[in-house]
């Protein structure tokens, strides 16, 4: 059997776990924040807009991703459907795959779907007053969205390895959101610890403890280049980019690697 | 009696929590000092925690918290939560124009120049394009802070930046650094200009009482111009130009800050408070 077949029954399981209306109520969710937010800015009415959505993008596209991989996955298990899905002709790996290019498939296509309510919301809004500053809605938002893909998928990997070893499935989520939390916070708070000395106890080796969690876990923080898209300048992209994007995405690839060659391992009971 | 056993030690334990709670327990907060009063905000570091990463999630609300619960305060443990608030925002997005524009017209002329100020700076050094923040940053500079030199420093920042009136912003610090402006009519322009400007109800509102708290200052000024000629001598106390009948009654500041006599000249008085920096 081909990987289409599988990603067919990854995208089937997912749909029939009614994807559709996660997406639409979360679709609905992000258009009225925009709207309010927007609501509530005296001259950057645009900006704020889709300052607010790339926020809730950023929050709920890693609930999606933990929801669709408890799913395909911990589901899987536990309904021991794994029973038929991993018979033995059937390289474990290619069940793997399948499953995760479908979670993939469907949150890059969601993120499209936001992408374009955003750009039409922010459009709407933006009418309403002439700012002194443009949004960039141009190149500056289109990699600020592929960034954000990036981001997405380091989260896939980590979910799926959760999901390959976790037991239960409420520790995938926590698992995710931790993870996601910590990496998207540290370099911001080893930052701002520099001005808010006075939160911690000696602050300063705080901060050097702190930093080291660079060597574990990705800057997902500097992934986050929406200030390029917000003040319509090249300026805020970080100059280190490009190897940004390569430790991130080698993170995601080195965690997707890992969780396949432990499902391979996995002793079902 | 033996089956209740583990229930009854239970209880009584449970008995020995409760009657410590009741010794502990005065009615009021264990650190007395700590609860200031006023509104809470969230220091940077956590924010970010709490908003998931998300420094910029943080800004916006917290801004938008400023925008809304900000509107009717003016002076006193409010003006604190005010000066915190902009601050932490700055911290979190030193972009962010509404904080910037709020933060000035809100903290610079309710009376905390120093943390207008401060918003105002990191607003300058992280929009390179904005002309606004400098022009703003200057004009107080010169108006509270007294500094011609420096003001003319930014409004210079300010020049290179405008697109359409770098003439007049170099001419204006020209001007100020030549002593050919009178500061407190200068700032009224500006500030009912600012008020014309805004879309905000709420913000016109507050921005034409601290334009009625300039007035104030200007007829003070004026009455003590024209004792000084009138009676060929300086002004030694605001209460000689009531004795005097230039003035029936010294102007009402709306904002309850008042103005003071220091050094032989009327000032807008300053809002002192203690914080953290």
Redesign the interface.
Known sequence: MSIISDIATGLRIALRARFLSLAFWFLLALAASIWLAAQFSGRQPATVGLDVGFSIIRLVLPLVIVLLLQELFVREFDRRYSLTSLTYPRPRQLFFIGRVLAALVLILLLLALAGLLVAGMVALVGQSYEQTTQVGMGGPYLTTLLFIALDLFVITGVAALLSVVASTPSFILIGTFGFALAARSYAAIVDLLTTDAYLVSNAESYRHSLALLRYILPDLGALDIRMTALYNTWRFLPSDWPLLLVGAFAYGVAFLLLAGWILNRKRFS | MRRYFGLILALTVLGAFHLSTCLTWNGTPRDAEASLGGRVVV????Q??L???????GA?LE??RV??AGAETTVDANAAYLIRAHRVVS?LNA?H??NY??GNALLTWGGAQEDGNEVLRRATEC????E?PPFFHGVNLFFFQKDPEAARRILDIAAERATDNAAALRKLGIMITAGEIRDDRMALAYLTQEREQ???PK?REMLGKRAVRLQGLIRLREAQAEFESHFGRSLAHPSELLRTGILDTFPTDPLRLGYEFVDGSFQLKEMKLEL?K
């Open positions: 220091s940077a570091p956590v970010l925690l908003y998931a990463g998300d420094r910029f999630l916006n801004a938008m925008a809304v911290q972009c124009e509404d524009y709020l929009r390179f394009w904005d606004f805004s879309n905000d913000l953290p």
